[in-house]
């Protein structure tokens, strides 16, 4: 995934929108497939495409705020938000279960919430661009830094300097 998205030159916050739109259809399409090999299949998709979007967040944050200190703070935002709905999601995916005797409604929930989740981050990801080409006249060569790779070596530089910072 992230090997496709840096020779296409995709931001890492559309790679993650892209991915959690994948995601989010594989969890629907669990619902019809009915034998072993598809659902097996789909299941791998699913958690291809789970790793990549988890192992993006870093570099999304660092994206979209370009501070150290600030990607923090959205990082931590981020995760925590995230394990806020992991940990009341299941609950609610059980009570589903039991109101409805099937589990269509969770899927399709859990499904259709990551496919408008990944929307959004494509959204947010053309806010950004967006909100720096009008505040700043960059340059073709300044614009093409935003690549994965040059945004996953900015966030790996500000790790390691904060961490130096840290321990100081």
């Known amino acids: 995934m992230l090997a496709v998205g840096d ?28 034998n072993y090999a598809g659902l097996l299949s789909s299941i791998i998709l699913f ?29 931590g935002h981020c995760q925590f938000w995230d394990s806020i709905f992991v940990f009341i999601g299941p609950p609610i995916a059980g009570f589903l279960y039991d109101v409805t005797g099937s589990y269509t409604a969770p899927y ?19 806010s950004v661009k967006r909100r720096r080409r009008l505040s700043s006249s960059s340059s073709f060569a300044k614009e093409r830094n935003n690549t994965f790779g040059s945004i996953m070596a900015q966030y790996m530089y500000n790790a390691r300097n904060l961490s130096i910072e840290s321990s100081l």
Not at 28 to 34: A, G, S, T, W, Y
């Open 108 to 126: 399709l929930i859990g499904g259709l919430s990551l496919v408008i989740s990944g929307a959004l981050v494509i959204a947010g990801d053309r």
């Open 47 to 75: 958690s291809f495409f789970s790793g990549g979007t988890l192992f993006l967040s870093g570099p999304s944050v660092e994206q979209a705020l370009k501070s150290p200190e600030k990607s923090a703070h959205g990082l």
């Open 7 to 34: 020779r296409l030159q995709l931001t890492p916050m559309l790679l993650q929108g892209l991915g959690l739109i994948a995601m989010g259809f594989c969890a629907v399409v669990m619902l019809i497939i009915n």
